[in-house]
């Protein structure tokens, strides 16, 4: 069965500095790519690179940006993306020396995406509107996985029908105490790597191999499609969570959003 990806495509415009400016401060960076990006984009190409069967929903405009976008995700099903009268999502992104990152999102065309009709297995993140989220989440008839980010606090009832959210630890302090989702949290806690708390009221430490990051965009992105696919080959969340950390450390050495191992990467991380 293909898993739907609800999201956002972005152009990444990415600067490297020698440390990330404080406010009102100018200083030179030593480098600029344009790369695409988007965190439905970068989890749909992440998903692909393990082999499985993805379509993106989402929207770009009908610009160069758009087409940048389009041409990067070989190996997924992009019929479902709409070219749209926005111009197509832009992130400024600014990277340091020691891999830390500063991100501003302007969603553009992100913000006309829809709500596919028919939805089975589902992953989702909040960088398309709330609306389209809820829509596609209640539409949804297979695993239902949100990734919520960027931080917004939620409703209640988008939670209880959510199988298996992903968060950091920033976008934890956002949920309620206990949110009522089926199968449980996971929140990743970079270099630290990620807690489980199931719903059955189990606490689990997951351990992040240790690498040397030298950009660490990508790494949640990395982290959700790794976990996806071990989920829909019928790992348990733990063990899930475990390719996630894995395939986030993998990220991390490897410049870009779209840092994400292939299968085999992953295999041989795992041991
Ligand atoms: P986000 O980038 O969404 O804020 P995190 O920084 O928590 O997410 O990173 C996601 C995952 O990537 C972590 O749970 C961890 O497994 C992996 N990761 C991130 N940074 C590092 C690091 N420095 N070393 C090893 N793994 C990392």
Same mark, same amino acid.
């Given at each position: 069965m293909t898993l739907t990806v609800v999201g956002s495509l972005n152009v990444d415009v990415v600067v490297r500095v020698p440390a990330l400016p404080r406010p009102g401060e100018t200083l030179l960076g030593t480098s600029v790519a344009r790369l695409a990006g988007g965190k439905g984009a970068n989890q749909a190409a992440a998903l692909a690179a393990l082999g499985v069967q993805v379509a993106l929903v989402g929207a770009v405009g009908d610009d160069a940006d758009g087409a940048l976008c389009l041409a990067s995700?070989?190996?997924?099903?992009?019929?479902?993306v709409r070219r749209v009268a926005a111009p197509t999502g832009l992130a400024l992104i600014e990277v340091d020396d020691a891999g830390e990152n500063t991100i501003v999102v302007v969603p553009g065309a992100n913000a006309l995406a829809e709500a596919p009709a028919v939805v089975g297995d589902l992953l989702v993140q909040l960088e398309v509107p709330l609306d389209v989220v809820t829509l596609s989440v209640e539409r949804a008839t297979g695993l239902v996985v949100l990734? !919520?980010?960027?931080?917004v606090a939620l409703p209640v009832s988008l939670l209880a029908r959510v199988d298996v959210l992903v968060v950091n630890e920033g976008e934890a302090a956002l949920l309620p105490a206990e949110p009522p989702v089926r199968r449980g949290v996971v929140t990743t806690l970079g270099a630290r790597g990620a807690v489980v708390a199931a719903a059955d009221g189990s606490h689990t430490e997951v351990r992040a191999p240790v690498v040397r990051a030298v950009d660490t965009v990508g790494a949640g992105d990395a982290f959700v499609g790794a976990l996806v696919a071990a989920l829909l080959d019928g790992h348990d969340l733990v063990e899930a969570t475990r390719h996630g950390c894995a395939a986030g450390a993998l990220a991390v050495?490897?410049?870009? !959003?779209?840092s994400a191992p292939t299968r085999d990467e992953l295999a041989s991380a795992l041991g």
């Open positions: 995700l070989d190996g997924v099903d992009v019929s479902g990734n !919520a980010a960027p931080a050495t490897r410049p870009g !959003a779209r």
